[in-house]
């Protein structure tokens, strides 16, 4: 299937590994001009130069840093028509009441509020040529709380009640805004939460319905889906990717 990206510039945040950097090389693979960033400037170019993209320093929490981030890349690739808002995860703890203020702060900070500042910088644009994609990589914590995480747990579900609400504004824009939400996936982060990726693997045979972590290839496959021409029709959705893991609907 052509997914209609070829040419288009795309902004993945947080994506030097893991679902971000599998998610930014399966749109490249798709023709799209991607712009990946990495708070370390080494893995940031590592990763642009493997994908065949473009590096660029930038922390979802220096939020005085997005003017530079959107015209560096707008300056080098053009101006952005794909933006995927993604983070690593806040710290987790058995303990919801362990977390301190400024870690309250910092995860609303990277989970919510940097997204919107760089929607500020983006969204303009995106309405007036009458095409955009936003997607957000939540967590399934956005609709079904998980132990041990709190902070998504508390401000996951405040950046998709944002983006159901830039939906109904944007859709006859051009402009769609989704969400995919990862259950259990075999990255780093799963396999330290666990303490290890066998450990990870051995829990996710009794707790996940499809009896298996899921994997960043299929995260990305979702995600390059939903940003793409064929689904101009589709926003305000959230996708769960988890092997049946949620119970809710």
């Known amino acids: 299937m052509d997914l209609g990206l070829d040419g288009k510039v795309a902004l993945v945040t947080g994506a030097s590994r893991g679902i971000g950097r599998g998610i930014a090389e399966r749109l490249a693979a798709e023709g799209a001009r991607v712009a990946v960033t990495s708070r370390n400037a080494d893995a940031a170019a590592a990763a642009g130069d493997a994908i065949g993209g473009r590096g660029y320093v930038f922390d979802s929490d220096a939020l005085g840093a997005i003017d530079g981030l959107v015209a560096a890349v707008e300056r080098d690739l053009g101006p952005i028509d794909i933006y995927i808002a993604n983070t690593g995860g806040p710290p987790v703890s058995a303990d919801p009441l362990a977390f301190t203020d400024e870690q309250w702060e910092a995860a609303h900070r990277t989970l919510v509020v940097s997204p919107m500042?760089?929607?500020?910088?983006?969204?303009?644009?995106?309405?007036?040529?009458?095409?955009?994609?936003?997607?957000?990589?939540?967590?399934?914590?956005?609709?079904?709380?998980?132990?041990?995480l709190q902070l998504s747990n508390a401000n996951r579900p405040g950046l998709l009640a944002a983006f159901k609400h830039l939906a109904h504004q944007s859709a006859a824009d051009g402009v769609t805004f989704n969400a995919v939400l990862p259950g259990r996936i075999a990255t780093d982060r799963i396999a330290h939460n666990a303490g290890g990726m066998e450990k990870a693997q051995a829990a996710a045979r009794e707790q996940i319905p499809a009896g298996r972590l899921g994997e960043v290839e299929e995260i990305a496959a979702a995600a390059a889906f939903l940003v793409s021409q064929q689904a101009s029709y589709v926003t305000g959705e959230a996708l769960r990717v988890d092997g049946g893991l949620t119970r809710s609907w």
């Open 117 to 148: 500042a760089i929607l500020r910088r983006i969204l303009p644009g995106m309405r007036e040529r009458g095409w955009g994609r936003v997607l957000a990589v939540s967590s399934s914590a956005a609709v079904e709380p998980l132990m041990g």
